[in-house]
């Protein structure tokens, strides 16, 4: 009886009936993961590098930060010490817009100071708004297609055609005949 498995009595639906169900062993170990899936990780990265502006964005934002770089160092290379050369202007910027300016020794002349005010602001709603845009757009490209669900909906209906009740039918032949007529108006409007 060791190898066979134990029935075990359900309550019955209706009167009388008698209902059995197998008792399943549940291990209650679980496997733990320590390491992320990679590979899922990496199809992730990649959905969302090619169904997303995020490129396009990111060199946006790299020219911003290379032209405001190159402001905050043309204004205060002569004054400030602490910004001689243009790679420290470009180190300045980029921690700028990580910590919202809050990074020291920073501009000393009025104009530098209100050049790197307005990098320090831009830069960190343009960094954040692109990570937020970016997920936003892909986590909404399933809904952009609905036309699709519905012609999965369609072929699946007609494959199931002979299941269908009247009332289904007609409903079905009223969407594909909407579909297809949606479908030849924008060929039309096109040519």
């Given at each position: 009886m060791e190898g066979?498995?134990?029935?075990?009595?359900?309550?019955?639906?209706?009167?009388?009936?008698?209902?059995?169900?197998?008792?399943?062993r549940i291990s209650h170990r679980r496997r733990l993961r320590i390491t992320p899936n990679i590979p899922g990780v990496l199809r992730f990265l990649g959905d969302v590098v090619t169904k997303t502006p995020l490129i396009p964005l990111i060199l946006v934002l790299v020219v911003f930060w290379l032209l405001f770089s190159w402001g905050i160092y043309l204004v205060e290379r002569q004054v400030n010490e602490?910004?001689?050369?243009?790679?420290?202007?470009?180190?300045?910027?980029?921690?700028?817009?990580?910590?919202?300016?809050?990074?020291?020794?920073?501009?000393?002349?009025?104009?530098?100071?209100?050049?790197g005010a307005i990098w320090s602001v831009f830069s960190t709603v343009a960094f954040f708004g692109v990570i937020i845009g970016t997920l936003y757009s892909y986590y909404m490209l399933p809904r952009q297609r609905p036309s699709r669900e519905l012609i999965g909906a369609i072929q699946y209906n007609l494959g199931e055609l002979e299941d269908l009740s009247v009332d289904e039918l007609e409903a079905l032949r009223e969407t594909t005949v909407r579909v297809v007529d949606a479908q030849i108006n924008r060929l039309k409007g096109k040519s």
């Open positions: 066979k498995e134990k029935f075990e009595e359900v309550a019955p639906q209706l009167p009388g009936d008698k209902v059995f169900r197998i008792r399943k602490q910004i001689s050369s243009y790679t420290y202007a470009l180190w300045w910027s980029f921690t700028a817009m990580q910590t919202q300016g809050a990074n020291a020794p920073g501009p000393i002349t009025p104009t530098g100071m209100i050049i």
